[in-house]
């Protein structure tokens, strides 16, 4: 039997008993998982469903693991919004993907990270608001803290310690407001064509009563084109107000994406220049 196929047949079995312990519990929040296979994929992907008590609602996470993932190791966390996207193209409008798999899987194998687990949660019809500060930003930050990462703890060999969500337009806001908010359990925030200000909302005013986190990496970038040109107010917005507030200029990436747009296809050549930052290798 070929390495491959064993890691896979052994880490389900980790995983179905872990589905069994928990099924034991009355909190069953992540019931089962597959192996989710498609002409997309690189590496290894397992598909749960997530049922939030705290929001109600249900939705897809995909929890994509490293070459050679051992249980005794922890590792990295990096979790992604709308993650239905980040490893195939699930329900883009430009019909595209971050590839994130494959460029994980490159960026390990040159050593230029060491190896993290990915996990893309995927959005539901209420994107708008559990993507919001404004609306239920918090409510989907509580849900995430409280039950999905515990949850997601049960099953794989996650480091706690070591936690990044990133994310773009909508997703790019939330995970700074995580970063920013839940500053114990995030502490680095990957935003791609962030809406920090957007339709008569201007999250960096909200900054200004809020304690600045201890302990935060932040990336950003935005591009130039279409909705991007738009979304710029906010962005610089907030490069002054971490000015102002003397932000450490070594925990920030800044850059402007020349001639790039708000599609998958930028986000995922941008992200090539983010997780080295957030994960560089230490061998």
Request: net charge negative; charged share 20%; with cysteine.
């Amino acid at each position: 039997m070929k390495k491959n196929s064993f890691n896979h047949i052994f880490i389900l079995l980790l995983v179905i008993l872990a589905t069994v312990l928990i099924s034991c519990d009355n909190e069953n929040l992540l019931p089962g998982a597959h192996l989710l296979e498609n002409n997309h994929i690189t590496g290894t992907v397992y598909e749960h469903v997530y049922l939030s008590k705290i929001l109600k609602n249900k939705r897809d996470v995909f929890v994509w693991l490293p070459i050679d993932y051992n249980v005794e190791t922890k590792y990295p966390l990096l979790l992604l919004h709308d993650g239905q996207n980040v490893f195939f193209p699930g329900a883009s409008r430009s019909g595209n993907e971050w590839h994130l798999d494959e460029t994980v899987t490159s960026l390990i194998n040159s050593k230029a990270i060491e190896p993290i687990i990915m996990v893309g949660v995927g959005n539901t019809s209420r994107r708008s608001s559990e993507y919001s500060p404004q609306f239920d930003g918090e409510l989907y930050g509580r849900a995430l803290v409280d039950e999905l990462l515990p949850s997601l703890e049960e099953f794989y060999s996650i480091n706690s310690h070591k936690v990044a969500t990133m994310g773009a337009s909508y997703g790019g806001l939330i995970s700074l407001s995580l970063g920013w908010e839940f500053n114990n359990y995030f502490n680095m925030a990957g935003c791609l064509s962030p809406a920090f200000s957007y339709k008569n909302f201007n999250y960096v005013d909200s900054l200004y009563h809020l304690k600045n986190p201890e302990s935060l990496k932040i990336a950003v970038v935005n591009g130039t084109k279409d909705l991007d040109i738009e979304l710029q107010h906010g962005v610089d917005l907030f490069i002054n107000y971490l000015k102002e507030n003397n932000f450490p200029e070594n925990n920030l990436m800044y850059w402007i994406a020349k001639e790039k747009s708000h599609t998958e296809l930028d986000w995922a050549d941008q992200a090539k220049s983010i997780l080295p930052w957030f994960f560089g290798s230490q061998l």
